[in-house]
């Protein structure tokens, strides 16, 4: 076949309110089991209008009236190698591996022809104008798609074994009979006919029902994006999740598991279908779930309704109790789904962060790819456009975070290590923030309980201009508090909290000169806290608590102290050590856990008493006591993981990155309210290394010792 065989796209008239179609034809013999002597994958590529939410409804009706029913697909790409082909009009078009797959699991479920859209085929992936203006209509493409086909990859035998046992819980149609390979040509030729005749039928009522269903939601939200709130939590849809945990299968459907082992299948399930499924780690499938209408699991040539497999995974976890530790992958999918569909949106910063772990092919999608999910309105900021580089695309989002919020609190809180070639103060969100330190700045638009630029005009940020700025640059203007003279050695990864106290309290202990206090004195103090801290890791690791509860669990809990006044089971005793009294204890043990019991609670003295006093009762079962130790545990692990103790040269205490060095400058930036570690560079330019907490410097100090003429103002340009 010569190259001029090659299908070549017809440019659609407007690529941002146009869309392809690829019309797929029945092949009979792939719908009856047969996998090979089969014919190959061909169709022809049909242009249509979207609905688009933007539209006014009139206009919105009238082109769902001409749009037929159709499939989006949503995979994984897997190897970008166009190793398969299909025929588009009688052309050749090569495609990838795991796209092909796809097609034929769908042909198998398929009665008759089937429209459908997939991005590797739809869009013209070479023509980059036209991939840019896709972007902005995905969110329509899968909200109006009358079913979304989850692809999780090709099937195993244990993989299926969960599929079936999810059916078997949930489905009153199961059917366990699977299609086998046949070569009877009568029984192709008679279910052949069924399936086509059926398909004209099925695809008719399908119409009908998609269009009264989109009918309904142009007359009852007009134009979506003017409805939707902005949601700073996720936390808002715990009863959807609530409604999950509570559903259990019938007597009779347990019966058709009876011989399973469930320990295993929830094993499987979390190992194969979640864990191991690139698909649960993928960027852009988080918006074509959430704003399915109708999705469903493709797995093996079987089906699967997403709110089913995710109500059995639940049963499994909570009322069977037999962990599936990836579940949190999907809590968050879930959540997220249900908020778009009640019209709530949350910040796109935010939404960056709960996708923190997730993965694109081209590092611009880890902003593109949640536009359609965000409530930040669209602006010049954020047009999408691929022939932005990254360094453009990741600036200009950051300079849209700072100018939202009137704040430089968005540099913050992002994973360094591993970053590419940017200028400092521009976040890598290209990186994994999972297995960053824990933020010491909120979440998008939610305040934060830190003040260290003040509370009046200083605490803001402006940004003139933003679409002429230098994006190499930032200029900064702030307040020099210190430099590091002293810093504790580096943990690996794998360490726990209680090793890296131990670190942290014998750097403590040989400074004593700089902290101008006894080392007798200051190192029995320590080994005291050192003790409980290992008391409270081999609590915490002998239950094995931390696949157990999450920041969300937890923070439920409310406020530390008045949650064990409340139970009476949870004692307090007396401890060798009064950290109110010795300054140094108080400022070390605040450096410890960054000075907060929780993402959104600020660490009090009180709450220092409670950790430093809780009894531990004998009944390790104890679910309070177990909640307690969760979050003061959980409050170590956020407070030391991937930071360094650093004390200054005027005896100034706090965590800093462990990217740190001895000589770096502890500042204040106006606008940003916790401080940060610069590095001084050449023509007075600094290198921003990080966020950080420095006791005594987190509400305000630092701007009333400039206001006592103690400190000055000076500017920093950042790159």
């Known amino acids: 076949m010569s190259d001029t065989d090659s299908y070549v796209y017809s440019p659609l008239k407007n690529a941002s309110t146009q869309f392809r179609l690829l019309r797929i034809v029945f092949d009979v013999k792939v719908a009856v089991g047969h996998k090979v002597n089969i014919e190959p994958i061909?169709?022809?590529?049909?242009?249509?209008?979207?609905?688009?939410?933007?539209?006014?409804?009139?206009e919105r009706l009238k082109r769902s009236a001409r749009l037929p029913p159709f499939t989006a697909l949503s995979y994984v790409w897997g190897d970008t190698t166009r190793s398969q082909h299909i025929f588009i009009d009688g052309k050749k078009h090569g495609i990838t591996e795991s796209l092909y797959r796809a097609i034929r699991d769908l042909q198998r479920v398929s009665v008759g022809n089937f429209y459908l859209w997939a991005d590797a085929i739809c869009i013209n992936q070479d023509d980059s104008a036209e991939r840019s203006a896709q972007i902005l209509l995905m969110r329509d493409i899968y909200h109006t798609a009358s079913n979304v086909e989850i692809w999780l990859g090709p099937s195993t035998d244990d993989g299926l074994r969960c599929i079936k046992f999810i059916e078997k819980l949930t489905n009153p149609f199961y059917d366990?009979?699977?299609?086998?390979?046949?070569?009877?040509?009568?029984?192709?030729r008679?279910?052949?006919?069924?399936?086509?005749?059926?398909?004209?039928?099925?695809?008719?009522?399908?119409?009908?029902?998609?269009?009264?269903?989109?009918?309904?939601d142009i007359i009852k939200s007009?134009?979506?994006?003017?409805?939707?709130?902005?949601?700073?939590?996720?936390?808002?849809?715990?009863?959807?999740i609530a409604k999950l945990t509570k559903w259990s299968p019938s007597d009779r459907r347990l019966k058709l598991v009876s011989n399973e082992d469930f320990g295993e299948i929830a094993r499987w399930i979390d190992t194969l279908l979640v864990q191991d499924c690139p698909w649960f780690e993928r960027m852009w499938v988080v918006q074509e779930l959430a704003t399915a209408s109708s999705a469903e699991i493709l797995y093996g040539?079987?089906?699967?309704?997403?709110?089913?497999?995710?109500?059995?995974?639940?049963?499994?976890?909570?009322?069977?109790?037999?962990?599936?530790?990836?579940?949190?992958?999907?809590?968050?999918?879930?959540?997220?789904?249900?908020g778009w569909n009640k019209k709530k949106r949350l910040p796109l910063q935010s939404l960056i962060r709960e996708c923190q772990y997730r993965r694109a092919t081209d590092p611009r999608d880890r902003i593109y790819a949640l536009f359609g999910l965000m409530g930040d309105r669209m602006n010049d900021l954020l047009q999408p456009d691929y022939n932005k580089d990254v360094k453009e695309v990741y600036a200009l989002t950051t300079i849209h975070f700072i100018q939202q919020t009137e704040s430089l609190d968005p540099i913050c809180g992002w994973q360094t290590q591993g970053r590419e070639d940017l200028p400092s103060w521009i976040p890598d969100y290209s990186?994994?923030?999972s297995i960053a330190a824990s933020p010491l700045v909120p979440k998008g638009w939610r305040p934060s309980f830190f003040a260290a630029s003040g509370y009046e005009e200083r605490k803001k940020y402006k940004v003139e201009d933003p679409m002429a700025k230098n994006l190499s640059s930032l200029d900064t203007i702030g307040l020099i508090i210190d430099s590091i003279t002293t810093l504790s050695d580096n943990v690996p990864k794998d360490e726990s909290f209680n090793f890296i106290e131990l670190v942290w309290s014998s750097t403590l202990a040989t400074a004593g000169d700089i902290l101008q206090q006894t080392p007798q004195d200051l190192t029995a103090s320590l080994e005291v806290i050192s003790s409980i801290v290992n008391t409270y890791f081999e609590y915490w690791d002998r239950l094995n608590l931390a696949d157990s509860y999450s920041d969300q669990d937890l923070l439920k809990i409310g406020s530390l102290s008045d949650y064990i006044a409340q139970n009476t089971r949870l004692r307090i005793e007396t401890v060798g050590v009064d950290v109110h009294r010795t300054h140094v204890l108080n400022k070390y043990l605040h450096s410890l856990l960054c000075g907060r019991i929780t993402a959104t609670k600020r660490l009090s003295d009180r709450d220092i008493d409670t950790i430093l006093s809780l009894k531990f009762p004998e009944n390790a079962s104890d679910e309070s006591q177990n909640n307690v130790v969760g979050l003061i545990c959980k409050a170590f692990e956020n407070g030391m993981r991937e930071r360094n103790l650093s004390i200054t040269s005027k005896g100034y205490i706090g965590a800093v990155p462990q990217e740190a060095q001895k000589g770096d400058l502890i500042c204040i930036l106006f606008g940003c309210s916790v401080p940060v570690v610069l590095r001084s560079g050449d023509n007075d330019t600094y290198k921003l290394i990080g966020e950080c907490y420095l006791?005594?410097?987190?509400?305000?100090?630092?701007?009333?010792?400039?206001?006592?003429?103690?400190?000055k103002e000076q500017h920093f340009i950042l790159n």
């Open 42 to 58: 061909s169709g022809s590529l049909l242009p249509y209008y979207l609905s688009s939410s933007t539209l006014p409804r009139a």
């Open 190 to 216: 008679a279910l052949g006919a069924f399936l086509k005749s059926a398909a004209v039928i099925l695809n008719s009522g399908i119409a009908v029902t998609q269009f009264i269903d989109q009918a309904q």
């Open 431 to 433: 990186l994994d923030q």
């Open 222 to 240: 007009g134009g979506r994006d003017n409805q939707v709130t902005m949601s700073l939590e996720l936390d808002d849809d715990e009863k959807t």
């Open 695 to 711: 006791h005594g410097f987190m509400d305000g100090e630092g701007i009333v010792m400039d206001e006592k003429g103690q400190l």
């Open 301 to 338: 040539g079987r089906e699967v309704e997403w709110n089913e497999f995710l109500k059995v995974l639940y049963y499994l976890h909570y009322k069977c109790k037999t962990p599936l530790p990836n579940i949190v992958k999907l809590t968050m999918l879930e959540k997220i789904r249900v």
């Open 176 to 188: 366990d009979q699977v299609r086998d390979e046949g070569d009877e040509e009568k029984e192709e």
